[in-house]
């Protein structure tokens, strides 16, 4: 049951000893890096990838054994596509003696939503730059009527700061330009 759970996932799932030799991959692994788990015994990640990935893996394997604790970190694995990134947690696997024996890993790829969290910020960072530079007063306000943004033209316009307007309600008023 167990190795069905590990075979189904959608995270890349994987177990090595303490020096490094892997032990146990799930099906995708297998799917994405292409050995079998038959294939994998006894290889380490400098069999499987670019010497710069190996080490930051290795790197990694070696603090979580260190520490005793399970560890999170943002890893970088070279794919046919290009570089994917991926959030991994790292645990150490203990024997009878309470001594860690092997390194175990889940490591989910975020490469999408990286992806998209940069263009976000890009359209972000664009908008911005356009409001900044407006000639016409700019104001946002949120679902509340409250105000969260002032452009600059808005501080000319208005005689109030932008720290001055936001957070106040849009039905506020202006009686006297501050000039």
């Known amino acids: 049951m167990l190795r069905d759970i590990i075979?189904?996932?959608?995270?890349?799932?994987?177990?090595?000893?303490?020096?490094?030799?892997?032990l146990l991959i799930n099906r995708r692994f297998s799917e994405l890096f292409h050995f079998t788990q038959e294939g994998i015994r006894?290889?380490?990640?400098?069999?499987?990838?670019?010497?710069?990935a190996a080490d930051a893996f290795?790197?990694?394997?070696?603090?979580?054994?260190?520490?005793g604790n399970a560890l999170t970190a943002e890893e970088i694995a070279p794919h046919e596509d290009g570089p994917h990134t991926y959030i991994s947690v790292k645990c150490p696997l203990w024997d009878n003696s309470s001594r860690p024996y092997a390194v175990f890993g889940i490591s989910t790829d975020i490469t999408e939503r990286r992806r998209m969290e940069d263009a976000l910020r890009a359209s972000e960072q664009h908008t911005r730059l356009i409001?900044?530079?407006?000639?016409?007063?700019?104001?946002t306000i949120d679902s509340n009527g409250v105000i969260t943004g002032w452009s600059?033209?808005?501080?000319?316009?208005?005689?109030?700061t932008?720290?001055?307007?936001?957070?106040?309600?849009?039905a506020w008023r202006v009686k006297s330009a501050r000039r």
């Open 7 to 22: 075979d189904n996932s959608t995270a890349v799932i994987y177990v090595k000893d303490l020096e490094g030799r892997y």
């Open 162 to 170: 932008e720290q001055e307007a936001e957070g106040r309600s849009s």
């Open 131 to 139: 409001i900044e530079t407006a000639l016409d007063a700019v104001v």
């Open 152 to 160: 600059p033209q808005a501080e000319k316009t208005f005689g109030w």
């Open 58 to 67: 290795r790197m990694m394997d070696q603090r979580v054994a260190a520490s």
């Open 42 to 52: 006894g290889k380490t990640d400098y069999d499987l990838f670019p010497k710069e």
